[in-house]
């Protein structure tokens, strides 16, 4: 089955602190991966995809096919910051519709 | 309201109640999908509707009945709940680009609507 992991529920950083939130995901073929985000009583919004290579909030995230991973880092994490992140991977194969399969979820908070 | 608008925002029905969910969105995309979160699992796909047109559900128990009658309104229609199916029900809508590996794409979500079946 094809499946996104997070192996942290709940992480806690300093602000100033350096961060990473894991994930790591099955595949089959070469997938799409997302980084979505939803802070304190707002809606579950796009983050930041690999096929952009960007960087978001100071947030990037690279793709890493030999370990399956697609790790979110942040050099210097701001008290803003502390949300709710979800890892998230498209479909391997053309398809004509989008499908997102989520992960879990990382509760991260930033201690001022 | 701009976005994708979900009403409404808590609904509270008993499990003998019939009731549904709208969702509606502003930006032009032509795929709309149903989304459930609850609190012990990760967010789950329920219904995908691509050209108004269901293409994916998701082994979803026949008390869920998803209407979209054109590309900007969709409908989860809800009879006969349990208590398990409380949970956030999400909207969102994304551009379907048609055949395409890689597209630059991401789903726009509603704020959701928080259900508890009593």
């Known amino acids: 089955a094809q499946r996104v992991t997070q192996p942290e529920k709940l992480l806690s950083v300093f602000k100033g602190a350096p961060v990473e939130l894991k994930c790591n995901y099955s595949?089959?073929?070469?997938?799409?991966l997302f980084w979505y985000v939803q802070y304190s009583r707002q809606r579950l919004q796009l983050l930041l995809r690999h096929i952009s290579r960007e960087s978001i909030k100071g947030f990037t995230a690279d793709l890493n096919k030999g370990e399956t991973s697609f790790h979110l880092k942040k050099p210097f994490a701001q008290e803003e910051d502390s949300a709710m992140y979800y890892c998230a991977r498209g479909p391997s194969l053309k398809t004509s519709y989008d499908k997102v399969i989520f992960g879990p979820g990382t509760s991260l908070s930033v201690i001022p | 309201e701009t976005g994708v608008t979900q009403t409404p925002r808590h609904l509270v029905m008993g499990m003998t109640n019939k009731k549904s969910l709208k969702c509606e969105q502003h930006l032009g995309h032509n795929a709309m999908y149903w989304y459930k979160q609850s609190a012990k699992k990760p967010l789950e796909l329920m219904f995908v509707?691509?050209?108004?047109?269901?293409?994916e559900n998701n082994s979803v128990p026949s008390r869920f009945s998803p209407e979209c009658p054109n590309s900007s309104h969709l409908f989860l229609h809800l009879h006969t709940l349990q208590p398990e199916d409380s949970a956030l029900y999400l909207c969102a809508s994304s551009q379907d680009l048609g055949d395409r590996v890689y597209g630059n794409y991401g789903y726009t979500f509603g704020s959701g609507t928080r259900l508890t079946v009593v």
């Open positions: 595949y089959s073929g070469s997938p799409e």
């Open positions: 509707y691509s050209l108004e047109e269901r293409v």
